[in-house]
């Protein structure tokens, strides 16, 4: 079955840093990867899709690396914002047509 | 464009009400998706339809049923409440079933069951 886990769950950095968020997956069978964001009471905003075959996919100040053979993706944020603050999620998807979440990592960007 | 939309956006019900969450998207996708969020157990998927007139059982079916009505449009219907089944429910769609397609997500809909 397939795991999907994000550490650390919190994370808080002051403006400017850069955020570096992590995914790892247990079943390294996948056909993508996708991280999303999630504002407090909303719904999951789609940044990155990145496909099995892929290493990495960039979205302005975003990039997302995938390495299939470790189980693991990261998210880049550069130079991070307040309002960057939010919950990132990732999710893979393997066969079934299921996308299998991680629990997510909550992120807080101080001024 | 106003993407994924669902209706209502909170609810309370009383053990053993039936209610139906409406979710339509305007991206004219073919798949749809209906997943629900709790605290600890992250996202699971309830139910999902690969194209108009299909439907398939995800990973927590029990208790639910939906319809896809048209393109537009996939319904979740509770048909007998239970206290489990309190949960932030999110309707996703995407262009396909293929690897390159992204999910997009509704605002969800906030369900209560007393």
């Known amino acids: 079955k397939q795991e999907v886990t994000q550490i650390p769950a919190a994370l808080s950095v002051p403006e400017g840093e850069n955020l570096v968020l992590n995914c790892s997956f247990t079943d390294s069978a996948i056909y993508n990867l996708q991280w999303f964001r999630q504002d407090p009471g909303k719904g999951l905003t789609s940044l990155l899709l990145i496909q099995s075959s892929q290493r990495e996919q960039t979205s302005g100040r975003l990039n997302a690396s995938l390495d299939k053979s470790s189980g693991r993706s990261t998210l880049y944020i550069a130079a991070s914002q307040p309002g960057d603050s939010a919950t990132y999620l990732c999710a893979v998807k393997a066969a079934g047509n299921k996308l299998t979440f991680g629990g997510g990592t909550r992120v807080l960007v101080k001024p | 464009n106003a993407g994924v939309t669902q209706t209502p956006k909170f609810q309370v019900l009383k053990t053993g009400q039936s209610m139906t969450l409406q979710c339509a998207q305007d991206m004219n996708h073919n798949s749809m998706y209906w997943y629900r969020q709790d605290p600890g157990m992250g996202l699971r998927l309830i139910y999902y339809?690969?194209?108009?007139?299909?439907?398939d059982k995800g990973e927590v079916p029990n208790g639910y049923n939906v319809s896809r009505l048209n393109k537009r449009e996939f319904s979740l219907r509770l048909e007998s409440a239970a206290p489990s089944q309190t949960s932030v429910y999110f309707c996703a769609s995407s262009g396909g079933l293929a690897d390159y397609n992204e999910q997009f997500f509704g605002p969800g809909t906030r369900l209560t069951v007393l």
């Open positions: 339809s690969a194209s108009e007139g299909t439907t």
